[in-house]
């Protein structure tokens, strides 16, 4: 606690270094997966392919990542960009399944009856077929956000700021306060971010959420109406 | 009026689903498709409206051939209603039934105004509207899906199927509401069903399909009833078991209708 107490200022300052790396890959590799995950959906035999590529780059192991990222994007070697792209591979790896899966759980007479209905392909993806895989897409954008934040702790590992740093300082200098405060630091972001999808996910996905209080009033309402009865 | 000329589709695997079929479908009249599973019925409605392309041959709707016209825009002045409804479980109730007439350009407000209106038409309760479809009842959701169908005030509704998936009751319930509805607004109605019942309740022309879109018997349902073409119409109404044989039995000074089982129906009127 001491050491927290007088490392305020430096733990305060990695915590918005490590959220200025987590939320672009986050966003971005959300953005990329929909259009791959669109293709693998519609042209079915790409799928397989597609898939399983994507797949394997997850399985790429990080610090050699990190470490070529600068040679591959001709990047300086401390920038956080470097990080960043590489997390936002990650995120894709991640989240083009779910992208493609999400899509293919749209059921396929609400697809029949919106172009019954006389929507446009353009149209019909943009407001029915998007919004349809919303539960899906947010479930793989949980994941996403909690690997994407726990990954960016590596960053450290090429120098970029992160809470990353407090793991290997604490480690190096034998503080265990300073490493746990990295842990805790690190977990708090994932649920604070976590939490606020569940929340985005409530406000643009009304519909799929069973509303509990509306549950919990109709479970109520005939023993009111009794009550009101006696 | 609506009229097939030589029309086939053979799907990319091969399969005929509809074999030169000719059909004239006249206005303001319910047209009823009555066949087994898999005889082409669905093709043959949806090609109507463009979902399908036929292969060859021609659909004219008002004298238009639909081949020259914009797929989506016609799609927007035909209803569509179809089994489960197919509501978008993403939209509230009035939401469904206002889409078509936003999609075609009617400002949001009137357009809810008058989906409001259309609940009353298919004999849904207002207060319905701001629920989403998973919060209603099988009925309810098809009930729905007629309102969204009239939504843009079509000339023509298609139906595939639209009762199958209700219980007897509703679905009855439904039947009458049809006719009253078609009746009234004097729309074209083209409906789909493998029930031969439904088909000679609804249908001012039932047309009997086999395998391939191929008509055994087009007619009012007096007039295949009174002559069914051939063996397979006459099993197909049931004529052939006796099952719409009805006899006249003198009782006191009334003719009572009986029915091949000797159990009455009815009265003759004088
Ligand atoms: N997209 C398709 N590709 C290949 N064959 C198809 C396709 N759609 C329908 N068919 C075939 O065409 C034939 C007619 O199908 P259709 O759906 O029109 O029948 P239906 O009369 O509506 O049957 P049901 O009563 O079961 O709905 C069937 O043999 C069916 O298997
Ligand atoms: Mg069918």
Known sequence: MKWLESNLDLVWELVLAHIGLSVPPILIGFLVSIPIGWVANRYRPSRGVILVV???LYTVPSIPLFIFMPIFLGTPLLSPVNVVVALTIYAVALMVRTAADGLASVDDDTLLAASAMGYSGWQRFWRVELPLSGPVLLSGLRVVSASTVSLATLGVIIGVQSLGYLFTNGFQRNIPAEVITGIVATLVIAVVFDLLLVLIGRLLLPWSTPDRRRRAARRTTPALVAGGVS | MIEFRSVTKRFPDGTVAVDSFDLVIPPRKTTVLVGSSGCGKTTLLRMINRM???TSGSIIIDGEDTAGLEPVKLRRRIGYVMQNSGLLPHRKVIDNVATVPILNGTPKREAREHALGLLDTVGLDRSLADKYPRQLSGGQQQRVGVARGLAADPNILLMDEPFGAVDPIVRAELQQETIRLQEGLGK????????????????HQ???????????QAGSPAEILAAPANDFVASFVGAD?????LRIQRVGDRDVVVD???????????
């Open chain 2, 206 to 216: 039932v047309v009997i399909l086999q395998k391939g879109g191929h008509i055994a």
């Open chain 2, 260 to 270: 091949e089982n000797g159990t009455p129906t009815g009265v003759l009127q004088p």
């Open chain 1, 54 to 56: 994507l797949g394997l």
């Open chain 2, 188 to 203: 074209t109605v083209v409906f789909v069903t493998h029930d031969i019942d439904e088909a000679f309740l609804l249908g």
């Open chain 2, 52 to 54: 399908i392309d036929p």
């Open chain 2, 241 to 245: 078991k006796g099952k719409r044989a």
